[in-house]
C-alpha cells in the first residue's frame, strides 16, 4: 500500500454526505492491453449483460489488494453462478507493467478470475479511481451501483449483492451460469516462487516454497530435495501433516533447531522443528490485525501480514507488512509487542514509535543494527537504538535503477536484504530483477548482479552467493562483480486530478451498509485529516476534524501536488434486539496527486463506499 493505496477497512460507507446507491450510472466499456485467465478471449461488459460484475482495481505490489484478494475468494465461491469478478490490473511501478511478470503475479497470488491488462491506466481513468484497491459494482444492465475504496468490504457486499440477485431475478434480467474464467495451464517445479531462504545447523538450505504453500529443505547445491514440510494446501493445521498459506520469511534460533516462519497469509509466527520437521504456531490468532491491541500475549494479538522475519536482540523481529510496522515476538514470555511505526505509510525517520514505514519486506540483523527494505518505498532503511534511519529511498513515489552516492542512488520494490562479513548489505532489488550492494563505508550502492527474476532473498552458502529467483522458481548461485549503473529516475505513473484555486471541498463518501449505522455512543464516529505536498497547496482547512465533508482554500500559485487524506470511522450492527453489537472501526488513506487549474472543478469526492448524489465518481 502506498498513498495512493486505500488503507484497511471494515465498513465503508456514511451518512454524513448525502448519497443514493441505486444511481443509473452506465459502466464505461473495458480497455487495456490483452486479457489474462481467459483463454485469450476479449471479454466485454456487453457480453456480460446478465451478470453482477465487481470490478478490482489492483497492482500486484500493493499488500493491501493482496488481502483483498483474498477477502473475495469465499464471496466468489458464494455468488459463483451470478457474480463474475474482473481484476483491472493498473500498475504503480515499471516493471508491474511488464505483462509476464503481470503474468507470473497472477499465478503467484492464485488469482482465479479474469484479470484484464491496463498499463496505461485507461479503464482505471474511465471510472475515476484514485486509490488502489478499488471495488466497482456492476449491476446485470451494466449500471454502476456501489464504489469502495481498500479492505473489508465483503459483507457489505454481500448485501449489495443479494439484493441485486433479490431485484434481477424478478425483473428476469439475471443469467445464471458460469463466466469468462479459463484456468491456465498449470507449470510442474520443484519451487514456485520461493520467497525467503537460510542455511540450517546442518549445512542444507531451507526456503519457503509460497505457491506450494510448503517449506521445502534442499542439499547445499540447491535443487537436491531432502524433504518437503507441509501438505501443498493452503491451510493453518499444525503437527507433523502441516498447512501454510504463502510462507515467506524464516528465522533460525541461534543454537537450536528451531525456525520461525512468517505464515504470510494465515497472520501467523509458525515454529518448525528440523529434527521432527513438526509445526506450531507462535503466534498471531489468525485474524487480521485492523485495530486495536497490538502488545500482550502471543496468542491473543492479532498480526497482518507477516513478510520477514530476523533474529535479533534476543527475539523475533516481525516485517509487518500490512499494517507499516515493526512487531517483535518475544519466545521467553510468549508476547507480541509493538517494535516501530505508527501504521502511517511514508518515510519518516527518527524515534521508533514514531517512524513511517511502507510495507517493510525484508530484514537482516548486524548486531544491535536492524537493516530492512520497505517496498513501497523503494528504501533502504535500518533501526539501531531506538531510531530509523533512511539509507537509500525518498518517498512513495520516486524509485529506479541508479548507482552512486547513497542520497542520489535508486531502488524499485526491493523485497530483500543480507548482511555480509564486511557489514556491507546486499539487496535484492527485486523490481529491477538486479542484486545491490551497499557499503556503509564508502555510503555506496552498485550493482553486483542484474537478469535474476524476481530476486526476493539472498544467502551465503560456502562464501558464494546464493539468490532467492522467485520469478524463476530456483536458488541462482554467483560470484558477484561490481559494476555501475546509471539508470533513469522514475515516479510512480498516476494521472492528476485537475482541481480549481480558491475555495474547495473535499468529501468523503461513505454510506452505513443495510444494518449497521454509524457509533456514536462515545462521541463523534468519524475522524478526517488532511495533508499536502509541498503544505503549501493547501492555505486553509488543512488538518484533523471529525466532519467527512471539509471546505479548503487551494493555492493558485502551487500548480502540481498531492492532497493526502486520512478518514475514519466507527459503524456498528444497527439491531435493537442486539444487546452486544458488532462494532468495527474504518479507517482508509489516499494519496492524490493534483493539478492546481482555473475553472476545474471546485469539489472532490472520494469514495469509500457508495455512490455520489452530486457527480458520480468512478465513470
Given amino acids: 500500500m502506498d498513498a495512493g493505496t486505500a488503507r484497511p477497512s471494515t465498513v465503508l460507507d456514511t451518512a454524513v454526505t448525502t448519497v443514493k446507491r441505486r444511481a443509473r450510472v452506465r459502466a ?24 453482477i460484475v465487481l470490478l478490482d482495481f489492483w497492482t500486484f505490489c500493493c499488500i493491501n489488494c493482496l488481502h483483498v484478494l483474498d477477502e473475495l475468494r469465499p464471496l466468489e465461491e458464494e455468488f459463483e453462478d451470478v457474480l463474475v469478478t474482473i481484476g483491472v490490473h493498473s500498475p504503480k511501478f515499471v516493471h508491474e507493467a511488464d505483462p509476464e511478470a503481470l503474468k507470473a503475479a497472477v499465478e503467484r497470488y492464485g488469482v482465479h478470475h479474469p484479470v484484464l491488462d491496463d498499463p496505461e491506466l485507461t479503464t482505471w481513468q474511465n471510472y ?96 537436491t530435495v531432502l524433504r ?29 533447531n528451531q525456525v520461525v ?29 485492523r485495530d486495536g491491541e497490538t502488545d500482550g500475549p502471543a496468542d491473543k494479538i492479532d498480526l497482518t501480514s507477516p513478510w520477514d522475519v530476523a533474529w535479533w536482540n534476543g527475539g523475533v523481529a516481525i516485517a509487518m507488512a500490512g499494517n507499516h510496522t515493526l512487531s517483535f515476538f518475544d519466545p521467553g514470555s510468549g508476547t507480541v509487542r509493538r517494535l516501530a511505526g505508527t501504521t502511517v505509510e511514508g518515510i519518516n525517520d527518527g524515534p521508533a514509535e514514531g517512524a513511517f514505514f511502507a510495507q517493510t519486506s525484508g530484514l537482516a540483523a ?7 527494505v520497505d517496498s513501497e518505498t523503494s528504501a533502504l532503511r535500518y533501526l539501531e537504538n531506538g531510531e530509523v534511519h533512511t539509507v537509500v529511498g ?41 542484486i545491490r550492494r551497499f557499503d556503509p563505508a564508502t555510503n555506496a550502492l552498485t550493482t553486483i548482479a542484474t537478469d535474476i527474476a524476481e530476486p526476493s532473498d539472498a544467502l551465503l552458502v560456502d562464501g558464494e552467493l546464493v539468490v532467492v529467483a522467485s520469478a524463476a522458481h530456483r536458488l ?56 499536502s505536498s509541498p503544505p503549501e497547496l493547501i492555505l ?35 439491531d435493537p434486539a442486539d444487546e452486544h453489537p458488532v462494532c468495527r472501526l474504518t479507517r482508509q488513506d489516499w494519496g492524490v496527486p493534483v493539478r492546481v487549474v482555473a475553472d476545474a472543478p471546485t469539489r472532490l469526492p472520494l469514495l469509500m463506499g457508495g455512490m455520489d448524489e452530486d457527480g458520480p465518481q468512478g465513470t
Fill in 28 to 51: 464505461p466499456e473495458l480497455v487495456g492491453r490483452g486479457w489474462l485467465n481467459t483463454g485469450d478471449t476479449t471479454v466485454s461488459l456487453k457480453d456480460l449483460r446478465g451478470k
Fill in 128 to 223: 475515476a479511481v484514485k486509490a488502489w484497491p478499488t471495488l466497482t459494482l456492476v449491476d446485470p444492465e451494466g449500471y454502476v451501483v456501489h464504489v469502495a475504496a481498500g479492505e473489508g468490504h465483503v459483507e457489505a457486499l454481500r448485501t449489495i449483492i443479494a439484493e441485486l440477485v433479490e431485484e434481477h431475478d424478478a425483473k428476469g434480467t439475471l443469467h445464471r451460469g458460469r463466466g469468462p474464467y479459463q484456468a491456465p495451464e498449470p507449470e510442474d517445479t520443484t519451487l514456485r516462487f520461493p520467497a525467503k531462504a537460510l542455511v540450517t545447523p546442518s549445512g542444507t538450505i531451507l526456503v519457503s516454497d509460497s505457491a506450494h504453500h510448503s517449506i521445502v529443505e534442499l542439499e547445499v547445491d540447491g535443487e
Fill in 228 to 256: 518437503r514440510i507441509g501438505t501443498g494446501e493452503r491451510g493453518r493445521r499444525d503437527g507433523l501433516s502441516p498447512t501454510f498459506s504463502e510462507p515467506a520469511g524464516l528465522a533460525l534460533v541461534p543454537g537450536t
Fill in 261 to 289: 516462519v512468517a505464515d504470510t497469509v494465515n497472520h501467523l509466527l509458525r515454529g518448525l522443528d528440523l529434527e521432527t520437521g513438526e509445526v506450531t504456531t507462535l503466534a498471531g490468532t489468525g485474524e487480521q490485525w
Fill in 366 to 372: 548486524d548486531g544491535d543494527r536492524l537493516w530492512m
Fill in 394 to 434: 525518498k518517498g512513495l513515489f520516486a524509485f529506479g535503477h541508479k548507482d552512486g552516492d547513497a542520497d542520489e542512488a535508486l531502488l524499485q520494490h526491493p523485497l530483500g536484504v543480507t548482511v555480509l562479513a564486511d557489514h556491507s548489505v546486499v539487496i535484492s532489488d527485486t523490481y529491477n530483477n538486479a
Fill in 476 to 531: 541462482e548461485r554467483f560470484a558477484a562483480s561490481a559494476t555501475k549503473i546509471d539508470g533513469a529516475a522514475h515516479e510512480v505513473k498516476r494521472p492528476s486530478t485537475d482541481i480549481g484555486p480558491g475555495e474547495f471541498e473535499l468529501a468523503v463518501v461513505f454510506t452505513p451498509p443495510t444494518g449497521t449505522k454509524l457509533d456514536e455512543r462515545y462521541g463523534p464516529s468519524t475522524r478526517l485529516e488532511i495533508t
Fill in 540 to 574: 486553509e482547512g488543512a488538518g484533523v476534524g471529525t466532519e467527512l465533508v471539509r471546505a479548503l482554500r487551494i493555492n493558485d500559485q502551487v500548480t502540481n501536488g498531492v492532497l493526502h487524506v486520512v478518514a475514519q470511522a466507527a459503524s456498528c450492527s444497527d
